[in-house]
């Protein structure tokens, strides 16, 4: 069974930095997208940011310019370096994996990760 796992969160002063990265495992084949989600106490899962196997790119709009996402595809791991940490960026980050399969004619599915800690103080 794929699973990912989560690394490098963490506490940070507002205006620093983390690297978060998500390494994918198990038998897996091929994933289609990865990403970063986020979610706050009391709010939604919202999107941070996203990666095609390919390379584009998209972002939430109120990470645009500090965060970026990077993928390597021999790894099966993604990354997410953040800068300029605001304390409103402090949620569980999760990561996600779009359209895994196990082989080439398997039926695909997603995953998610357990999430790791973002906390940024003022």
């Known amino acids: 069974q794929a699973q990912l796992v989560e690394s490098g969160g963490g506490l940070v002063q507002a205006g620093g930095s983390l690297r978060l990265a998500c390494a994918a495992s198990?038998?897996?084949?091929?994933?289609?997208?990865m990403g970063w989600y986020r979610q706050a106490p009391g709010m939604q899962r919202e999107s941070v940011a996203r990666?095609?196997?390919?390379?584009?790119?998209n972002y939430a709009d109120s990470v645009k310019g500090r965060f970026t996402i990077s993928r390597d595809n021999t790894k099966n791991t993604v990354y997410l370096q953040m800068n300029s940490l605001k304390p409103e960026d402090t949620a569980v980050y999760y990561c996600?994996?779009?359209?895994?399969?196990?082989?080439?004619?398997?039926?695909?599915?997603?995953?998610w990760g357990q999430g790791t800690q973002v906390t940024v103080s003022s």
């Open positions: 198990g038998s897996i084949f091929s994933i289609n997208a």
């Open positions: 990666i095609t196997k390919g390379g584009s790119t």
């Open positions: 996600n994996a779009e359209h895994v399969k196990k082989t080439y004619w398997g039926a695909p599915f997603d995953v």
